[in-house]
Structures are given as structure tokens and as C-alpha cells.
């Protein structure tokens, strides 16, 4: 069993910073790497990014890329998302898991063990 404790959010202004952090505990029977996701209100929740088990791969949704950068450090269980220039549309729940199945990193229905989320609020 895996547990995952998301960190990092708060309220920033439109412009500024955040880093996120995704601290695991446990093991999981596959583990192709974790990706974070987020939710906003009254919308699914949609992919942000990922990063393999090695670190040495990373994907990225399309509105984040050039903005959001994912890294790990194995040593400390921990995920990191820096999230740079944010906008009021960044604003939502943001959660990690473990990528549990074979298949795309973008899909979240390969993904287990999900944190309770941090949550992010950009104002303009």
C-alpha cells in the first residue's frame, strides 16, 4: 500500500510561484512513476505532468509546459512540482499518485494511491 501527503499550496498572485511537494510512504506492486493532476471546481480532473520512476523522463500537459517543472528525489520519497508565472487558471486541487499500469502517463486511469491534495488559488 502507498500513501501519498501533497504540500506546498496556497494563494499567490497571478505571476508568481509555487512548489509542491509529494511525499510517499509505502510500496507499490508496479511503479512506473507518480504524475500530479488537478481539480478545478466544477470541472474532471485533467493531467499536469509526470515523471518516470528513474527521473529521467517527464511529461507535461500542454497548458503548463514552459511554466511547470517536475523533478524527483528518490532519496526523500518526494515529488517536487515548481510551478512558475501562474494564472488565475491554475487555480484548483492539486494531487499526486502512482502510475500503476502500462500505458500512457497521460491517463489518469492508470493512476492509484492518490494523496488528499494541496490546494492552489491564483488571483489576478
Known amino acids: 500500500q502507498v500513501q501519498h501527503v501533497e504540500s506546498g499550496g496556497g494563494l499567490v498572485q497571478a505571476g508568481g510561484s509555487l512548489r509542491l511537494s509529494c511525499t510517499s510512504s509505502?510500496?507499490?506492486?508496479?511503479?512506473?512513476?507518480t504524475g500530479w493532476f488537478r481539480q478545478a471546481p466544477g470541472k474532471e480532473r485533467e493531467f499536469v505532468a509526470a515523471v518516470t520512476q528513474s527521473g529521467d523522463t517527464t511529461y507535461y500537459a500542454d497548458s503548463v509546459q514552459g511554466r511547470f517543472t517536475i523533478s524527483r528525489d528518490n532519496a526523500k520519497n518526494t515529488v517536487y512540482l515548481q510551478m512558475n508565472s501562474l494564472e488565475p487558471e491554475d487555480t484548483a486541487v492539486y494531487s499526486c499518485?502512482?502510475?500503476?499500469?502500462?500505458?500512457?502517463?497521460?491517463?489518469?486511469?492508470?493512476?492509484?494511491?492518490w494523496g488528499q491534495g494541496t490546494q492552489v488559488t491564483v488571483s489576478s
Open positions: 499518485a502512482v502510475k500503476n499500469y502500462i500505458g500512457s502517463y497521460y491517463s489518469e486511469r492508470l493512476y492509484r494511491y
Open positions: 509505502g510500496r507499490a506492486f508496479r511503479n512506473d512513476g
